[in-house]
């Protein structure tokens, strides 16, 4: 069972700790990295800095929210480095692919004494333990400028979600979560980042502390629990899926079956995007139900309900404030798109080639490839959507943020805008590119 937040402790109306939750989602996390930009760049400079308290993420959220955790006392410069790292980005700096892996696909299918997948981790492996600052994240918990990291990944051998939380001092780890899902309290380090990140077949399992590790997106790829468990009582989650509304285009012609890369794509969609958009509903109905109850028993309904419920040592529940930021565009749409309009930036031979045959042109959608795409060309297409998008929610950021808004000030020089974030135009046909 996938925890979601019907049983989860809600809190208040507007005030309290704010939890910013990052979801999974492989190369579709650039999105993350320039809803960030736009935040701590120029929202920050019109409203004022942002307080955050509780970072929690899930396999590529755990990359971005990791990178954000370390460097929030300084996030403005932490995000242009992150900018950096995305838009710097080659398929073969992340997802290797060549000979050696090609002979490994027997262990991948049957396993064996040592792990393999798909793709070699190695270079993910580096970019994460040499570009993620550990020991400022440790500086930052211990100095109070965060409370909590949470980290989700799926353990092997049971199936069950863990959750790792790094805290600050006194701050206590949350109780109450549905009993499948493990807390463990741990320093999170680049292997707890790696395990969340390991998408199943794609890459090997990853080791924490002498236990197996997948992607937690599996099991919990919106960490919303943990956060509010840890004391938010406001939540403001990015998510990696369109908007549960948006409208949808047919992804290939009538009378044309789709191949097996476009069916995984979908699978890989129900797996690590859909749970945002069921978690918000339940949101919605406590919320529903927390202001019928106001409305009909007066303003000490809350209070009196949760002194019943702690008397019998349940959780207590207040109203949530919870703002979701989603793609305007369909990210698999557009990663079929960039692939063929230009040529992913890959050194193998055959590296290149599996990303060709993972789309096999069957339809306008290429799921599977947006999870795969560490281009730094699609990357920046991806982080001028998300600062896009969070400029155009500028105002409900202010709610959540400030309450009734921040002061206006002026944008100084030197901060990302939409247009310095702009992807080049397609290339003419025949032309290649980078």
């Known amino acids: 069972m996938i925890p979601t937040t019907s049983s989860l402790p809600p809190p208040s109306t507007h005030g309290g700790d704010a939890a910013l939750v990052l ?50 006392d300084d996030p403005r410069k932490g995000i242009e480095r992150l900018l950096d790292l995305w838009t710097g980005l080659e398929l073969d700096h992340v997802v290797g692919f060549g000979v050696m892996q090609a002979m490994r696909l027997g262990r991948v299918v049957m396993g064996g004494p040592s792990g393999a997948g798909l793709f070699d981790a190695r270079p993910l492996t580096k970019i994460v333990s040499e570009n993620m600052q550990w020991q400022r994240l440790v500086r930052n918990l211990r100095r109070g400028v965060l409370k909590a990291l949470t980290i989700s990944a799926t353990h092997v051998a049971t199936g069950r979600p863990w959750v790792f939380v790094d805290r600050a001092p006194n701050v206590e780890l949350p109780t109450g979560l549905p009993p499948n899902l493990v807390v463990r309290a741990d320093r999170i380090g680049p292997q707890h980042v790696l395990a969340s990140a390991a998408i199943p077949v794609l890459f090997p399992p990853v080791p924490v502390h002498g236990e197996l590790y997948v992607d937690g997106g599996l099991r919990l ?73 106001l409305s009909l028993y007066g303003p000490t309904y809350t209070d009196r309900m949760n002194e019943r419920a702690a008397a019998a040592g349940r959780a207590t529940r207040q109203r949530i404030h919870a703002l979701a930021l989603h793609p305007s565009e369909d990210i698999g749409r557009l990663a079929g798109k960039h692939l063929r309009h230009h040529n992913a930036r890959f050194g193998r031979v055959l590296g290149r080639g599996l990303l060709k045959l ?47 808004g921040g002061p206006s000030l002026p944008v100084p020089d030197g901060l990302p805008t939409a247009a310095a974030l702009a992807p080049p135009a397609p290339p003419g046909p025949g032309s290649e590119d980078g």
């Open 23 to 72: 979801a999974g989602g492989g190369a579709r996390g650039a999105y993350e990295a320039g809803v960030l930009a736009y935040i701590y760049g120029e929202f920050a400079a019109r409203h004022g800095s942002p307080r955050v308290d509780i970072v929690s993420g899930t396999s590529v959220g755990a990359i971005n929210g990791g990178y954000l955790a370390a460097t929030l």
């Open 221 to 293: 790829n919106t960490p919303m629990a943990p956060a509010l468990h840890l004391g938010a009582r406001r939540l403001l989650v990015v998510s990696l899926a369109s908007a549960p509304h948006a409208p949808a285009a047919p992804a290939f012609e009538s009378g044309v079956y789709p191949g097996i890369a476009f069916l995984l794509g979908k699978v890989l969609n129900a797996f690590l995007l859909d749970h945002v958009n069921a978690d918000f509903l339940d949101l919605e109905r406590w919320n529903r139900a927390i202001d019928d109850g």
């Open 358 to 404: 993972l789309d096999l042109g069957e339809g306008s959608d290429a799921d599977l490839v947006s999870y795969l795409m560490f281009d730094g060309l699609f990357a920046k297409q991806l982080i001028r959507m998300g600062f896009e998008d969070a400029r155009r929610r500028e105002e409900d950021l202010c709610r959540f943020f400030f309450g009734d």
